[in-house]
């Protein structure tokens, strides 16, 4: 298993990962990351400052990713960590932590001071592991995400 920066190359092994985990969990399509596009182009949706999206392979296969953002519409100095979507066949063997893991190192590298989230109820195993590394739940959303969907919203002091 390896954990990389997205490439071009990338775009569209992320894409089928993010999209098939909807109907998979019966995730809402609309008013989620679905209908986002930048889930059609990763690579280029995450050259910014004081952002990056990485992906895990295994087997040099992308099986997974994560990132981190400045939270939209958000004076404080709070990230987001978006799109953190697997492949059923590396479920369960501890690759979210350590994605999870990476990720939030990176955003204290980056200065961020807090980071946000938002999820689905139905996502229970990845909001337990928010819950064990500190994650408090919040009553309502944080910033402009558009994802009016995502019932569950969490942030942690980093």
Known sequence: MTIREITRDDNRAVESIIKAAFPEFDLPLV????????TTQMFESYRGDNEVYYVIEENDEVVG????????NQNENICELQKMY?????RGKG????????CLETA???????????????LEAAIHIYEVNGFKHLDGPLGGTGHYSCGVWMI???
């Open 31 to 38: 008013g989620t990351a679905y209908e986002d596009v930048e």
């Open 95 to 102: 690759y979210g932590k350590v994605m999870f893991n990476k």
């Open 156 to 158: 942690k002091d980093l």
């Open 86 to 90: 697997f492949s059923p066949s590396v």
């Open 65 to 72: 990713g994560a990132g981190i953002r400045k939270l939209a």
């Open 108 to 122: 204290k590298a980056l200065g961020y001071e807090r980071c946000y989230l938002e999820s689905a109820s139905m």
